[in-house]
């Protein structure tokens, strides 16, 4: 993929990984249909016929992951760039080496700083034992400046209830949301990135958005507001993941799809008859080289080895949690730092 020079410069198919522009590494969108649970937050049904461990068949709608039992991703480590986890629907059990934990979901969103190490576990608890437990959720990868690839990891939450919204309506009475998960959309700012991030410089121009919008809803999106001498070195990038279809400036991007758009141009959006949801990653290339082995992002080859002499000599600090495979039992939504103290 490259940067646009036109107003729509390039459409593309998502998969289950959608491609990404440099300062994005990788965007997953997980969507699992998962059944009533056991009791004991693992799937109410037989898992015969799925290849536990490893489990990314989507056998009747639904993922077990590497989970065993409860869905989801074991412990497993990061270093050299951020993980941001929005969660829509359904809940995620967070536990890390640093000794932080948290229950998230319904529309909280999750940063970490991994820089010089961190290890962690993501499952997925099935609370209902009555009706059915669907998970939504979106791991977009952001890089990480070379010089700030060793820093201190670091842990925190986005609160949905506090992550800013803006409803339009147009003429006809029909309305778009957006939802400002990281930068700004018009006089909105989402919540604070973690220190250290590329998010943090103000010349990255860091944008995610989730949009909204009801079927045939007419919208803008802004073109990009900063100083001219710098607006064609930002990327924007738009991923229309459900409903039918978006058209931009009367352009057809139908679902399922990503489009590459000019970020000087402000785009009339119309949803499609079935309305439309987008992802809108928007940043300031780094410009740097990437070497990635895996779950280790760094400059060069020398530094990916170095990653996995560390990993195996320290574990990067080793796990503090009784099991590789954490969960909350059945706990409320919750975040608590490694000292204990709550994540407010």
Same mark, same amino acid.
């Given at each position: 993929?490259?940067?646009?020079?036109?107003?729509?410069?390039?459409?593309?198919?998502?998969?289950?990984?959608?491609?990404?522009?440099?300062?994005?590494?990788?965007?997953?969108?997980?969507?699992?249909?998962?059944?009533?649970?056991?009791?004991?937050?693992?799937?109410?049904?037989?898992?015969?016929?799925?290849?536990?461990?490893?489990?990314?068949?989507?056998?009747?709608?639904?993922?077990?992951?590497?989970?065993?039992?409860?869905?989801?991703?074991?412990?497993?480590?990061?270093?050299?760039?951020?993980?941001?986890?929005?969660?829509?629907?359904?809940?995620?059990?967070?536990?890390?080496?640093?000794?932080?934990?948290?229950?998230?979901?319904?529309?909280?969103?999750?940063?970490?700083?991994?820089?010089?190490?961190?290890?962690?576990?993501?499952?997925?608890?099935?609370?209902?034992?009555?009706?059915?437990?669907?998970?939504?959720?979106?791991?977009?990868?952001?890089?990480?400046?070379?010089?700030?690839?060793?820093?201190?990891?670091?842990?925190?939450?986005?609160?949905?209830?506090?992550?800013?919204?803006?409803?339009?309506?147009?003429?006809?009475?029909?309305?778009?949301?957006?939802?400002?998960?990281?930068?700004?959309?018009?006089?909105? /700012?989402?919540?604070?990135?973690?220190?250290?991030?590329?998010?943090?410089?103000?010349?990255?121009?860091?944008?995610?958005?989730?949009?909204?919008?009801?079927?045939?809803?007419?919208?803008?999106?802004?073109?990009?507001?900063?100083?001219?001498?710098?607006?064609?070195?930002?990327?924007?990038?738009?991923?229309?993941?459900?409903?039918?279809?978006?058209?931009?400036?009367?352009?057809?991007?139908?679902?399922?799809?990503?489009?590459?758009?000019?970020?000087?141009?402000?785009?009339?959006?119309?949803?499609?008859?079935?309305?439309?949801?987008?992802?809108?990653?928007?940043?300031?290339?780094?410009?740097?080289?990437? /070497?990635?082995?895996?779950?280790?992002?760094?400059?060069?080859?020398?530094?990916?080895?170095?990653?996995?002499?560390?990993?195996?000599?320290?574990?990067?600090?080793?796990?503090?949690?009784?099991?590789?495979?954490?969960?909350?039992?059945?706990?409320?939504?919750?975040?608590?730092?490694?000292?204990?103290?709550?994540?407010?």
């Amino acid at each position: 993929m490259t940067p646009p020079s036109a107003k729509i410069a390039q459409t593309f198919a998502l998969g289950p990984q959608w491609p990404t522009i440099d300062p994005f590494l990788f965007c997953a969108h997980h969507l699992d249909a998962y059944p009533a649970g056991n009791g004991s937050l693992a799937p109410n049904v037989a898992l015969t016929g799925r290849q536990i461990g490893s489990d990314f068949a989507g056998i009747d709608g639904w993922n077990m992951y590497h989970g065993n039992n409860v869905p989801g991703f074991p412990q497993h480590p990061h270093r050299g760039f951020e993980t941001i986890t929005y969660v829509r629907t359904g809940r995620c059990d967070h536990t890390d080496s640093l000794g932080a934990s948290a229950r998230f979901g319904e529309g909280d969103t999750q940063w970490i700083t991994s820089g010089k190490g961190i290890v962690h576990a993501e499952m997925f608890p099935l609370l209902n034992t009555d009706e059915p437990n669907p998970l939504e959720l979106f791991q977009i990868w952001l890089n990480l400046p070379a010089a700030n690839k060793m820093v201190d990891p670091y842990f925190t939450m986005h609160w949905g209830d506090d992550t800013p919204k803006i409803t339009t309506t147009d003429n006809d009475g029909r309305t778009t949301t957006v939802t400002v998960l990281a930068g700004t959309y018009g006089s909105a /700012a989402g919540q604070s990135p973690p220190p250290d991030s590329w998010a943090s410089n103000p010349d990255s121009d860091i944008s995610i958005l989730h949009i909204s919008a009801e079927a045939g809803a007419i919208s803008s999106l802004p073109g990009y507001s900063s100083p001219a001498a710098h607006e064609h070195d930002v990327v924007r990038t738009l991923y229309v993941f459900g409903g039918s279809w978006v058209t931009l400036d009367g352009q057809r991007v139908a679902s399922g799809t990503g489009a590459v758009v000019d970020t000087s141009h402000t785009f009339q959006l119309e949803a499609g008859d079935e309305g439309v949801e987008i992802m809108l990653l928007q940043g300031r290339p780094l410009g740097e080289p990437v /070497a990635q082995y895996g779950p280790f992002v760094m400059n060069t080859e020398a530094e990916i080895r170095a990653a996995f002499d560390d990993y195996r000599a320290t574990e990067f600090g080793g796990w503090p949690w009784p099991t590789n495979d954490p969960d909350h039992g059945q706990s409320d939504r919750f975040a608590r730092y490694a000292d204990g103290r709550p994540v407010t």
